[in-house]
């Protein structure tokens, strides 16, 4: 593992992709930063995280030997690898929220995004970015934010959290090369917000509709229990769960 830190950068995704395109990059190397200008979250959203109170950092990971249609694992060793860490830190009631927010009871604490390089169909370098809300307790209008300060009321080392985050990133990486898709898949499912409880969801027009989640599909949709019996799954792209 080895760690650059910068003071300011507008993404550390993008730092990251730019390292990549020069050349050598060891897997886990990482790129993490106390000022992100710029933060991008899923979706084209703003990930704020001008604070050094928080981890906000991007990690890369050589994926060539990974299918592309099984990128959704990377999705899913991340979120086991955070969630790891953070039940090793006494952090209650964690679950990921479909695909990868990660979620103490009903609050967000850590933001994942994850950029692949792919070339002729295959994957090539993965860039895993995560924003961790650590020390800080403000979150103003963000009602659905905590961190890991507001849960447990203690404060963290920001580097040790970093430290063990990655290691746990290499231990569910080191299982996905194995190849062993089942137990990885049967324990993101047991850590799924919501599943088998009714919910509430938005498609991409707006409209609300009710369901229960019953898990993700090879590819990473969600599959979603619908009126009537009829089983559906979605792309990040339509649905959007309300509650
Ligand atoms: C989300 O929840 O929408 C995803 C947020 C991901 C934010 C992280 S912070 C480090 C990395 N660099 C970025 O520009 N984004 C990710």
């Known amino acids: 593992m080895r760690i ?4 300011a950068i507008n993404s550390t995704n993008s730092y990251l992709r730019e390292l990549i395109s020069k050349g050598n990059v060891e897997d886990f190397t990482v790129v993490s930063t106390k000022n992100q200008t710029k933060g991008r979250g899923q979706m084209g959203t703003v990930w704020e995280s ?8 991007s990690v890369f990971k050589d994926v060539s030997r990974i299918e592309t249609d099984q990128a959704f694992y990377i999705s899913v060793v991340t979120a086991l690898a955070i969630i790891k860490t953070l039940k090793e830190l006494g952090i209650p009631k964690l679950s990921v929220k479909w695909p990868n927010d990660i979620l ?13 390089v792919i ?7 993965s860039i895993i970015g995560i924003g961790l809300n650590v020390n800080q307790t403000e979150f103003e209008n963000l009602t659905k934010a905590s961190s890991l300060k507001s849960i447990s009321g203690r404060v963290f080392v920001l580097d040790e959290v970093l430290v063990a985050l990655v290691l746990n990133l290499e231990y569910y990486f080191g299982i996905l090369e194995t190849g062993d898709f089942k137990v990885l898949k049967k324990e993101y499912e047991v850590n799924l917000f919501r599943k088998n409880k009714p919910s509430t969801f938005k498609d991409a027009e ?5 369901g229960f989640i019953k ?3 090879p590819e990473g949709k969600l599959v979603v229990l619908l009126e009537d019996e009829i089983i559906k799954t979605f792309d990040l ?5 309300l509650y």
């Open 4 to 7: 650059i830190k910068l003071d």
């Open 50 to 57: 001008k604070t050094a109170k928080n981890l906000t950092f």
């Open 237 to 241: 792209k339509e649905i959007s769960l």
């Open 206 to 210: 707006g409209s609300m509709f009710s």
């Open 215 to 217: 898990g993700t599909s």
């Open 104 to 116: 103490s009871e009903n609050k967000k604490i850590c933001g994942v995004l994850i950029e692949n």
């Open 119 to 125: 070339k002729q169909s295959q994957l090539k370098a």
